[in-house]
């Protein structure tokens, strides 16, 4: 699959999400390209309002980062 069959594989959402359709080719066309991924789907979801990271380390240690728009308090939960 060539770069332009694979974008039109997309061009549906690119065109629904339009302020998203940069990173939403780029993220689709990095998985099936540079990762040689064989089967990548869009799947819509409701808006969130936060999102939960986690990176973990060979020491098996783990950080997790809660991110948010705009300026968000720390809650209670947070380990300091």
Same mark, same amino acid.
């Given at each position: ?16 999400? $339009?302020?998203?359709? #940069? ?7 990095? /998985? ?9 789907? !869009?799947?819509?979801?409701? $808006?969130?309002?936060? !999102?939960? /990271?986690?990176?973990?380390? $060979?020491?098996? #240690?783990?950080?997790?980062?809660? !991110?948010?728009?705009?300026? !968000? $308090?720390? #809650? ?5």
């Amino acid at each position: 699959m060539n770069v332009i069959s694979a974008l039109e594989q997309i061009t549906p959402f690119c065109e629904k999400y $339009p302020q998203s359709a #940069t990173y939403l080719s780029q993220v689709y066309l990095d /998985l099936t390209k540079a990762k040689a991924w064989k089967e990548v789907k !869009v799947i819509e979801i409701e $808006p969130l309002q936060s !999102v939960t /990271l986690a990176i973990t380390f $060979p020491d098996s #240690t783990v950080v997790y980062y809660k !991110v948010h728009e705009g300026i !968000v $308090p720390p #809650t209670n939960n947070c380990v300091g």
